[in-house]
């Protein structure tokens, strides 16, 4: 018991984000990881003003799609104001230039500098404006514009702990975890900039190694041949 408990300390130590706990009483000896929910901020501590969700939305997640907002991302902006601004105009009537959309089309966004917001609750399926199904879609978003952008190495970070803890959750398959161009053909998103981790394998591994304990340390490694090499700047 001492030994574990001590292995856990050690591996918060390492700031891997798990713990190791017994899979059961009759194997004390074997054990495994639990990535801990990553810090987020509530719904409720950005000041979420949802419509109802109807009922018939209701899903059980079973992908992981990642997004980019699509637009880019200016210095000192605040991703509070942000994400009121995006649920505000998604409820709008189409006749009113938005969506008609009762709360937030994703059910995470990360900004910048990292920090995890929470929009739609889970158990809804989300929103989008291309042609895939959403139902059992699990949708995060990264802030910025990765066509014309470089991602940060912290918004990274938090999407590989997202992803490995919604995963552990919800047992999503590696297989369906990855970025709305797989899903959907008419588009661009996430854009190349972090598509490019998606697509040699990269960001799954990350995620893996972050699943079996280990530190999540990343090398995004140099600019995208013929993208972008603006790195993204830092909100508010
Ligand atoms: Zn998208």
Same mark, same amino acid.
């Given at each position: 018991?001492?030994?574990?408990?001590?292995?856990?300390?050690?591996?918060?130590? *390492?700031?891997?984000?798990?713990?190791?706990? @017994?899979?059961?009483?009759?194997?004390?000896?074997?054990? +495994?990881?639990?990535?801990?929910?990553?810090?987020? %901020?509530?719904?409720?501590?950005?000041?979420?003003?949802?419509?109802? %969700?109807?009922?018939?939305?209701?899903?059980?997640? $079973?992908?992981?799609?990642?997004? /980019?907002?699509? !637009?880019?991302?200016?210095?000192?902006?605040?991703?509070?104001?942000?994400?009121?601004?995006?649920?505000?105009?998604? $409820? $709008?009537? !189409?006749?009113?230039?938005?969506?008609?959309?009762?709360?937030?089309?994703? /059910?995470?966004?990360?900004?910048?500098?990292?920090?995890?917001?929470?929009?739609?609750?889970?158990?809804?399926?989300?929103?989008?404006?291309?042609?895939?199904? !959403?139902?059992? /879609?699990?949708?995060?978003?990264?802030?910025?514009?990765?066509?014309?952008?470089?991602? @940060?190495?912290?918004?990274?970070?938090?999407? %590989?702990?997202?992803?490995?803890? *919604?995963?552990?959750?919800?047992?999503?398959? #590696?297989?369906?975890?990855?970025?709305?161009? #797989?899903?959907?053909?008419?588009?661009?998103?996430p854009g190349a900039d972090?598509?490019r981790y998606l697509e040699?394998?990269?960001?799954?591994?990350? !995620?893996?190694?972050? +699943?079996?304990?280990?530190?999540?340390?990343? #090398?995004?490694?140099?600019?995208?041949?013929?993208?972008?090499?603006?790195?993204?700047?830092?909100?508010?």
């Amino acid at each position: 018991m001492l030994t574990r408990l001590f292995a856990g300390a050690l591996c918060l130590g *390492l700031l891997c984000g798990c713990t190791s706990r @017994s899979v059961s009483g009759e194997d004390a000896a074997e054990t +495994r990881h639990l990535v801990e929910k990553p810090s987020t %901020i509530s719904a409720e501590q950005w000041g979420s003003d949802p419509l109802q %969700i109807p009922e018939e939305r209701k899903h059980t997640p $079973k992908f992981i799609t990642i997004h /980019h907002a699509g !637009v880019d991302w200016k210095a000192g902006s605040d991703p509070f104001k942000k994400i009121r601004d995006l649920q505000a105009w998604g $409820k $709008k009537t !189409v006749e009113d230039g938005g969506k008609n959309w009762p709360d937030l089309p994703y /059910h995470f966004l990360i900004a910048p500098d990292g920090r995890v917001f929470e929009g739609r609750p889970l158990e809804y399926e989300p929103e989008t404006n291309t042609n895939y199904d !959403v139902h059992g /879609h699990i949708g995060v978003q990264l802030w910025g514009n990765f066509e014309v952008q470089r991602i @940060s190495s912290h918004q990274v970070t938090s999407a %590989i702990h997202l992803v490995a803890w *919604l995963s552990q959750e919800y047992g999503v398959d #590696d297989a369906l975890i990855g970025g709305h161009r #797989d899903v959907a053909e008419d588009t661009s998103c996430p854009g190349a900039d972090f598509y490019r981790y998606l697509e040699d394998g990269k960001f799954l591994g990350w !995620v893996n190694r972050f +699943r079996d304990g280990e530190s999540a340390v990343i #090398d995004l490694g140099p600019a995208l041949e013929g993208g972008p090499t603006e790195m993204i700047p830092m909100p508010e």
